[in-house]
């Protein structure tokens, strides 16, 4: 589905040129769940970002179902990432002003489904995710694991294939970080959706079909015991 190829990140700091991805090669199959970690400051964010058409890498190529993102143009970059990716952050960067309901639509919306359509999917989702009794309360009405409930449902709205997400539960305490896997590790299954996951959390991370970590900018299989 996804395949990065020698891909390499490097960013410039006065005068000096920090090479923080360093030929990258990395399949990624549809279905699977993927895990992938490393220190602070590894650049796994950064290849998250790469991975989801947010920015381009310095060299190397990334192709998506055999398409390459570099041959692309922004207007099919943009619906890429609003209808073949979705995103969820440690900080889920949800609307205040809005409900659960009204920040799940916003992608649809954006992408120009119908409002009722839009709707109807937004609440679909909701209650898959647990949160059908939730939907009309704004996000201050709701506790931390139910707001990254709603980042989740706003992230599979547009029906995506892919779902990448960067320390989906740092931000969460423990019970509720582990409900949040739970939740993704049934969506992976029950829905056959491809994630790939950034995290610093082992137990998550051992919970994905595939664990990868980031060592000096390459990417290593890793083969640390995980309980």
Not at 20 to 25: N, P, R
Not at 173 to 193: A, P
């Amino acid at each position: 589905m996804l395949v990065l190829e020698n891909v390499h990140k490097s960013f410039r700091h006065n005068q000096l040129v920090i090479h923080v991805l360093k030929g990258i090669d990395l399949a990624i199959h549809q279905g699977e769940s993927l895990s992938i970690t490393g220190a602070s400051g590894a650049g796994k964010s950064t290849l998250l970002n790469i991975m989801g058409a947010l920015e381009p890498p310095s060299d190397g190529l990334v192709r998506y179902e055999n398409r390459k993102l570099n041959e692309m143009g922004e207007s099919e970059l943009c619906k890429l990432r609003n209808q073949g990716f979705g995103f969820v952050f440690q900080f889920h960067h949800l609307l205040p002003e809005f409900n659960a309901l009204e920040n799940t639509m916003m992608p649809g919306l954006i992408a120009r489904l119908q409002k009722r359509e839009a709707m109807d999917r937004a609440r679909d989702i909701l209650v898959k995710v647990g949160l059908e009794n939730r939907m009309n309360h704004r996000i201050g009405e709701l506790s931390g694991g139910e707001q990254q409930r709603v980042a989740i449902a706003r992230a599979l709205i547009m029906r995506p294939k892919l779902l990448l997400a960067d320390e989906p539960t740092g931000n969460l305490d423990m019970s509720t970080g582990e409900t949040i896997v739970d939740l993704l590790r049934q969506l992976n299954r029950d829905e056959k959706l491809t994630m790939v996951i950034v995290t610093h959390n082992l137990k998550l991370a051992g919970k994905m079909s595939r664990q990868m970590e980031l060592v000096d900018g390459r990417m290593r299989a890793d083969m640390r015991d995980k309980e």
